[in-house]
């Protein structure tokens, strides 16, 4: 019996390969002695998967894990996390490696960036304690040691001065030194910022509110390489974009988030796919970038549905193999989920004759 289904099995794949054949090989190969095999996944099947080996040894998360950073070009990772009497950074290679903690300096961290060029390692962490490190910026070597303060450490902003934050949310550093700044988290403060690389301010949008480049609660902001930033305007339930010379606001998505604000953004290595958070969904969806010129409606790729209460909260991708991190602060821990290499569609001609079924 089980021989039967078997061969009905069989019989069934041979049709298809027939069918395939005909139209995808017929033109180049003639029959019966080849055949096409047409491998296509549907795109929402497993664009990526969970790589259950990073960390090698989770627990060093020991706090409420609420973001993390990639350094691609030295294989870095940064995870920021909260509690009382636990190293506030862990450092861990690509491959899943505790390296090193840091232990001073951050009250409560919220979001981080790792900026990276050859001349250049440094890693940004905003902090909206309320101590005496809160409501700043900050700019770390790789070491850990503190090299920058931006901001008035243990003052909330008054909604007067631009670099006096709020709940400063998080921010993204571009090769150049640029720096953009989203502030913030549900403070006084619905701030979009853009600092040259020695902290002049250079554009900004500064309101509380629904319209065109009005915010509330701007909770992560990345840079595509069109030169248009990107913000997850999480209380607007929307993502807005913006000319990233001069603050012009270019268009919003506003039609993917009805449920839930987005809380995190940023693209992948080709530029094609802009990954999104939703904390409460605990859920990413990947949706397609627009092209120049057109910012148009969101349209979702695939989603990637995370347990219950994991609460994904800020994410990083690395440029160089496009693992996104996510840093789960329901969960207390940061997963790294990989691209399925070959989930493209893709033909593969074989010759049966060679594998002796004709
Ligand atoms: C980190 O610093 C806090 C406060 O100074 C201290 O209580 C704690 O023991 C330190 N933890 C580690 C792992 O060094
Ligand atoms: C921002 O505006 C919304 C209503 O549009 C209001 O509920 C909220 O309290 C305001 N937030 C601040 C910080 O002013
Ligand atoms: C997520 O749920 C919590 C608790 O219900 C709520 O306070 C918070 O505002 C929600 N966050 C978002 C982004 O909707």
Same mark, same amino acid.
């Given at each position: 019996?089980?021989?039967?289904?078997?061969?009905?099995?069989?019989?069934?794949?041979?049709?298809?390969?027939?069918?395939?054949?005909?139209?995808?090989?017929?033109?180049?190969?003639?029959?019966?002695?080849?055949?096409?095999?047409?491998?296509?996944?549907?795109?929402?099947?497993?664009?990526?998967?969970?790589?259950?080996?990073?960390?090698?040894?989770?627990?060093?998360?020991?706090?409420?894990?609420?973001?993390?950073?990639?350094?691609?070009?030295?294989?870095?990772?940064?995870?920021? $996390?909260?509690?009382?009497?636990?190293?506030?950074?862990?450092?861990?290679?690509?491959?899943?490696?505790?390296?090193?903690?840091?232990?001073?300096?951050?009250?409560?961290?919220?979001?981080?960036?790792?900026?990276?060029?050859?001349?250049?390692?440094?890693?940004?962490?905003?902090?909206?304690?309320?101590?005496?490190?809160?409501?700043?910026?900050?700019?770390?070597?790789?070491?850990?040691?503190?090299? $920058?303060?931006?901001?008035?450490?243990?003052?909330?902003?008054?909604?007067?001065?631009?670099? $006096?934050?709020?709940?400063?949310?998080?921010?993204?550093?571009?090769?150049?030194?640029?720096?953009?700044?989203?502030?913030?988290?549900?403070?006084?403060?619905?701030?979009?910022?853009?600092?040259?690389?020695?902290?002049?301010?250079?554009?900004?949008?500064?309101?509380?509110?629904?319209?065109?480049?009005?915010?509330?609660?701007?909770?992560?902001?990345?840079?595509?390489?069109?030169?248009?930033?990107?913000?997850?305007?999480?209380?607007?339930?929307?993502?807005?974009?913006?000319?990233?010379?001069?603050?012009?606001?270019?268009?919003?998505?506003?039609?993917?988030?009805?449920?839930?604000?987005?809380?995190?953004?940023?693209?992948?290595?080709?530029?094609?796919?802009?990954?999104?958070?939703?904390?409460?969904?605990?859920?990413?969806?990947?949706?397609?970038?627009?092209?120049?010129?057109?910012?148009?409606?969101?349209?979702?790729?695939?989603?990637? $549905?995370?347990?219950?209460?994991?609460?994904?909260?800020?994410?990083?991708?690395?440029?160089?193999?496009?693992?996104?991190?996510?840093?789960?602060?329901?969960?207390?821990?940061?997963?790294?989920?990989?691209?399925?290499?070959?989930?493209?569609?893709?033909?593969?001609?074989?010759?049966?004759?060679?594998?002796?079924?004709?």
């Amino acid at each position: 019996m089980t021989r039967f289904w078997v061969c009905v099995a069989g019989a069934g794949f041979f049709l298809a390969f027939l069918v395939f054949h005909s139209r995808f090989c017929a033109s180049r190969l003639p029959l019966p002695l080849h055949f096409a095999l047409k491998i296509s996944w549907r795109p929402e099947e497993a664009l990526y998967r969970l790589d259950v080996d990073w960390p090698k040894y989770s627990e060093y998360f020991t706090g409420a894990t609420f973001c993390v950073a990639v350094d691609s070009l030295n294989g870095l990772v940064y995870v920021a $996390q909260r509690g009382d009497n636990i190293p506030k950074v862990l450092v861990f290679t690509e491959d899943g490696y505790f390296l090193r903690a840091w232990n001073y300096t951050v009250d409560t961290p919220h979001g981080i960036f790792a900026a990276s060029t050859p001349h250049e390692q440094s890693v940004w962490i905003t902090d909206v304690g309320s101590g005496l490190y809160g409501h700043t910026i900050k700019k770390y070597n790789s070491f850990g040691d503190l090299v $920058q303060v931006l901001g008035t450490p243990g003052k909330k902003g008054t909604g007067l001065n631009p670099l $006096q934050f709020d709940n400063p949310a998080e921010l993204y550093v571009e090769d150049t030194g640029d720096i953009y700044i989203v502030d913030g988290d549900g403070g006084l403060n619905n701030r979009l910022i853009k600092l040259s690389q020695d902290f002049m301010i250079l554009w900004l949008h500064g309101e509380n509110g629904t319209g065109p480049a009005k915010f509330s609660v701007p909770h992560s902001v990345t840079v595509d390489s069109d030169g248009r930033v990107w913000v997850a305007d999480r209380g607007n339930k929307r993502i807005q974009v913006f000319d990233k010379d001069t603050g012009e606001w270019l268009g919003a998505w506003n039609n993917c988030f009805s449920e839930e604000g987005p809380s995190a953004v940023r693209f992948t290595p080709d530029g094609k796919h802009l990954i999104v958070a939703q904390l409460n969904l605990s859920r990413l969806l990947l949706t397609a970038a627009p092209p120049v010129g057109s910012i148009g409606d969101c349209s979702v790729i695939s989603t990637i $549905q995370l347990a219950d209460q994991v609460s994904p909260h800020l994410l990083d991708v690395s440029g160089k193999t496009g693992a996104i991190y996510v840093a789960e602060i329901g969960a207390k821990q940061v997963q790294k989920y990989v691209p399925v290499k070959s989930y493209s569609s893709s033909f593969v001609c074989i010759h049966l004759e060679e594998i002796g079924f004709w």
